[in-house]
C-alpha cells in the first residue's frame, strides 16, 4: 500500500531545517548549482572564507569554523544533525539551492546510492514545465514521479494552483528534504512513498518526470537509468503513466538521450509508443551536449553525445 506522507514537518530534524531555510531566505541567500565536476573545481579554489560565508558553506559545500556562521544559524544545523566534524574543519551535509525564487535542500557532493541530487538538469525541467504549463495549467490530479528535492512538483503546485499535485519517491531520504522544501515554498503537495506512480487516483490529467537517465552507474538511486544507455527507466515510466492519462491528458517528460551514430533512440523509443497508442508526440531537443565526461566511461563507448530532451505526449 501506498505510503502517503502529506504532512508538514514534524519531527525536531525537520523543523530546525525548516526554520534553516527560513534565516537563509531573510538573509537573501541565492545558490545556483552547477554540474557536479564544475562544483568540485569550483569548490577547491579557495577555503571557506568571511567574504560569502553563506554561499561557501550551504552552497560550495567548503569546510568551515565556527565562527564563520551566525550561532543560531549553526545551532539549527547541529539540531537537525547535518553538520560533521572533519581534519579541515566543519562541513554540512546538505546543500541549499535556489530556483524560481525558491530554496531546495538537497545532499551535499556524494557517492551514497540514496542521495538527493539537484543540479542542471533540475532547472532545465522546471523550464520545461513553466513552458508546457503556464499556457494550459493542470486543473485536476497532476502528478511528478521521482520527486527528489522537489523541484518539478513545486513547478507543478506554482503553475497550476487549481490542481491537486501529487509526487512519489521511493527514496524516504528525498522525501524527507522534498517535505520541507515544499513547507518552505507554502505550496500544496502530496507525497507519496512507492515507486513510479501510485495506485490512486486512477487517471491524471499531467504526469511530469525527470527520471535518471545515467548508464552504469552502480545503482545510484538519482543517476541509474537502467538499460538502454540509461533509458530503460524513463521508457517504463512512460508506458506505464501513460494508460493513466485522462482524456486530453499530457506526459511530461524531461530526461536525457544517448545519441549513437546521429540516431536518437529515446525519440525513436517515443515515436512508436506515441503510434501504438495513438498518441499525439511533441519532441524537443533542449540541449544538444550534456554531461560530456560521462563520454569516457565504457558504458558510452559508443555514444557521441548526450542530449537533453522534453517530450509531450498527449493522450487521445
Not at 16 to 25: E, N, Q, V, Y
Not at 253 to 264: F, H, K, M
Amino acid at each position: 500500500m501506498d505510503a502517503l506522507v502529506a504532512r508538514p514537518p514534524v519531527d525536531a530534524r525537520s523543523a530546525a531545517l525548516l526554520a534553516l531555510l527560513g534565516r537563509l531566505r531573510d538573509l537573501d541567500y541565492d545558490f545556483v548549482t552547477p554540474t557536479p565536476a564544475t562544483h568540485e573545481r569550483v569548490r577547491r579554489r579557495r577555503p571557506a572564507g568571511r567574504a560569502d560565508a553563506l554561499r561557501d558553506i550551504f552552497g560550495w559545500s567548503r569546510p568551515f569554523t565556527p565562527e564563520l556562521l551566525e550561532p543560531d544559524m549553526l545551532d539549527l544545523a547541529r539540531r537537525a544533525g547535518i553538520v560533521r566534524a572533519g581534519r579541515d574543519g566543519l562541513r554540512l551535509e546538505v546543500r541549499v539551492s535556489s530556483l524560481d525564487g525558491r530554496l531546495h535542500l538537497h545532499s551535499a557532493p556524494t557517492e551514497d546510492r540514496d542521495a538527493v541530487f539537484l543540479g542542471p538538469d533540475s532547472y532545465r525541467f522546471a523550464r520545461f514545465l513553466r513552458r508546457e504549463l503556464e499556457a494550459r495549467p493542470a486543473l485536476g490530479e497532476a502528478l511528478d514521479i521521482g520527486v527528489g528535492a522537489g523541484a518539478g512538483a513545486l513547478t507543478l503546485a506554482a503553475c497550476c494552483p487549481a490542481a491537486r499535485v501529487l509526487a512519489t519517491d521511493v527514496n524516504p531520504r528525498a522525501l524527507e528534504l522534498a517535505r520541507v522544501n515544499i513547507a518552505h515554498a507554502a505550496l500544496p503537495v502530496e507525497l507519496i512513498e512507492t515507486s513510479g506512480l501510485p495506485k490512486e487516483p486512477a487517471r491524471f490529467e499531467v504526469i511530469a518526470a525527470n527520471p535518471p537517465y545515467i548508464a552504469g552507474e552502480g545503482g545510484r538511486t538519482y543517476r541509474d537509468g537502467g538499460d538502454q544507455l540509461g533509458a530503460a527507466l524513463a521508457l517504463d515510466w512512460v508506458r506505464t503513466g501513460v494508460r493513466r492519462l485522462q482524456p486530453g491528458g499530457r506526459f511530461l517528460l524531461y530526461t536525457g538521450s544517448a545519441i549513437v551514430d546521429g540516431r536518437d533512440g529515446v525519440h525513436t523509443a517515443l515515436a512508436e509508443l506515441a503510434e501504438a497508442g495513438s498518441l499525439d508526440l511533441a519532441y524537443d531537443e533542449m540541449d544538444p551536449d550534456v554531461f560530456g565526461g560521462l563520454l569516457r566511461q565504457d558504458a558510452y563507448r559508443d555514444v557521441e553525445r548526450i542530449a537533453a530532451i522534453g517530450a509531450v505526449l498527449t493522450a487521445p
